[in-house]
């Protein structure tokens, strides 16, 4: 009998084989045919290929190399790869993310190249010294993590600030496909890529607000942290600057993302409404249409029947998809006319649009005020 190990889980075992080739039960076959060892895996003769192979002692046999895995893996080589993603013309994206890698060097990449193409964003984890529990036992909670947020710990020694960049709290608890650890800890961006896909589908379009019902996480077994509802208003608090989604778990609704903020800190001390996930997904969507649009009209003659066409297919494909979405408001101009597009521009063989619009605000607060009255007594003498 052979029986196989990876780490000290039983992965699969043979028996009753042989040594011949050219057998049915040579055990070459038996391992290649095997549902459960062929994960692992491969045997491959040796070339040339023998009729038999001689007797194989028994013992303890440790299997080395595969070439399923890339080894030595550092931030350089993700630097690099991340850096490939500036090429537009190659690579059409719309979230970035390296799951849990929380280095600087890779946060600030990722802001780079997504501020450099303004068609995408990024997903930005925290450390598992921050926002995990590894082996059961929680390593940071809501003030490690706005402690990280905000610059305030040496892994990451500035704030997170940028429209093109969103993070989670915490960590979750996630069946991978593993057959030696099926249940482990991930960091947040694994679950929220899906649950943002999701929402994707379930409203037919790629600007909507990726929270609350929109963003159940059905497929994780637990979080981190139990956040309160105080905790949560200190995570993702507008006063206080602070940009952090949270993942949380209600009897009613299970567990899912309760906030779509992107990093975006106020300007000049005045609380910014619109630093939301949906308002940054509205204008990534122009950029985007844009870049499919913008290649019809080169070399078309500069004259006011190219403004204008240029103008209602910029209407037709884009803004009205979006005001029939509710993505943005009512009044939107486009202008693409010989008051914006000078001599001066023409003489650089040049054309300017001018997209102006209001993006919809979503509903993060509901009050509800309830009065009872009692009831009137009128007593007569």
Known sequence: MMTFYMGTKNIGKISSFSYTVADTTF??????????????????????????????????????GGTSGLSNINDSIYVAWLDAYKNLDIFDVDIIAVPGNSTQIIIDKIQEVCEYRKDCFGIVDPPETVAGKPNGVITGGVDSMLFWHNGQLPSLDHKLNSKYLATYFPWVLFTTESDITADQWMPPSVVVIEAISNNDKQQSNIFGMPAGKFATLSNINDIAYYITEEEKSN????????????????????????????????????????????????????????????????????????YKEFADVIDNEIMKVLKAKGAIKEGYTIQVDSTINTPEVEAELGMIAIITFTPVKSTEKIKVISIMKDQEVVVQL
């Open 27 to 64: 055990f070459g076959n038996l391992i290649n045919n095997s549902v459960a060892l062929k994960k692992f895996v491969k045997y491959v003769l040796p070339s040339p290929a023998p009729t038999t192979i001689g007797s194989i002692p028994d013992g303890t046999y440790v299997f080395s």
């Open 235 to 306: 995570l993702y608090d507008d006063v206080l600057g602070n940009n952090v989604n949270p993942i949380v778990y209600t009897t009613r609704q299970g567990f899912f993302i309760d906030g779509q903020k992107t990093t975006q800190r106020a300007i000049d001390g005045i609380n910014n409404a619109y630093n939301r996930i949906n308002v940054m997904r509205v204008s990534l969507f122009i950029k985007k249409k844009l870049q499919e649009i913008v290649p019809n009209f080169f070399y078309l003659p500069i004259i006011a029947a190219t």
